[in-house]
């Protein structure tokens, strides 16, 4: 049981699932909008969500059994602990009731046609492991990509179904901040990937695949990886400022500064001067808790502006 909860990246899941409930219970409901979900609905939501996330690491580690050997050689679960056919097996009911249970909460809100998002996503996550991640950059856009969906996934089952001309207004606003936060979240979560390129290129080069270590040097690489993440850190120091500082905010000014900007510049320091795979691997392992912490502070945020006064 242990190696099926390994093999499935049980940790990433439950960060998955935390950051989902975060969202709901740290934002949405106190700012007090109709949603759309009653909690079996959203529980629903996150189950659909969290059991084709499991479905796409197995098809990944199945897909990747001999780089995996090569790079992570004490981390490989099929063929060693568990059978390919058994890992197959996993990978197809885990896909087969994520998507089914995304298909009953798409009519649950009268919006059966929702449900295709799941088909498209499981879809997606397997051209992924087959084929994408072995195309330079593709795939690592592909990885950012699910995990900010997971977010927006929330707006478009939670705000979406409830919002009509009276309320427009109020509810594209709770939108778009959710899209601020899936865009934070697929940028970092695009540096992670890359930076994980440069931690696996030697055995990446041996099996021929194709990412942007292999192709331009982990050099060159990281130097991209350190513009990318440049760009949110400027950001957030200027929504600091204009957003949260000058509407007396300290305790959210306090937090992210500390929690997620600091890590930030660490980072960017550390992509700079990285050589050894054990630097990449350190990287990629703040870089995790910073896509924690900073979707933590939308419950921060929301509690201090309600709070402040």
Known sequence: MLHFFKLIRYKNLLLLALMQLIFR???LE???????LWYWQYAMLIAATVLIA??????????????????HPEKVIVG???SESK???????????????????????NHSNLSVIFVLVA?????????LKQIAFIGNLVVASVLAFSVIIIGIFDIYPNTFDFNKDQMQMAFEILLDYAVFAFIINLVREIIKDCEDVKGDHSQGMRTLPVLI??????????????????????????????HNLYTSVI???ALVVAPLIFCLVKIWSAKEKSDFHFISTVLKWIILFGILSIAVITYNTNHHG
């Open 123 to 131: 879809t997606l996550l397997y051209f992924y492991a087959s084929t």
């Open 217 to 246: 040097g982990v050099q060159k690489t990281s130097k991209i990886a350190f513009v990318l993440l440049l760009l949110p850190t400027l950001y957030l120091l200027i929504y600091i400022q204009n957003y949260l500082f000058n």
């Open 87 to 109: 890992a197959y097996t996993l990978y197809v009911t885990l896909t087969i009731i994520g998507v089914a249970l995304g298909f009953i909460l798409a009519n649950t809100v």
């Open 255 to 257: 937090y992210i500064a």
């Open 80 to 82: 060693k602990y568990i």
């Open 30 to 36: 106190p700012i007090q909008i109709p949603l759309s």
């Open 25 to 27: 219970l740290g934002y």
């Open 54 to 71: 499991a479905g796409g690491y197995i098809i990944n580690d199945i897909m990747d059994q001999e780089t995996d050997l090569e790079n």
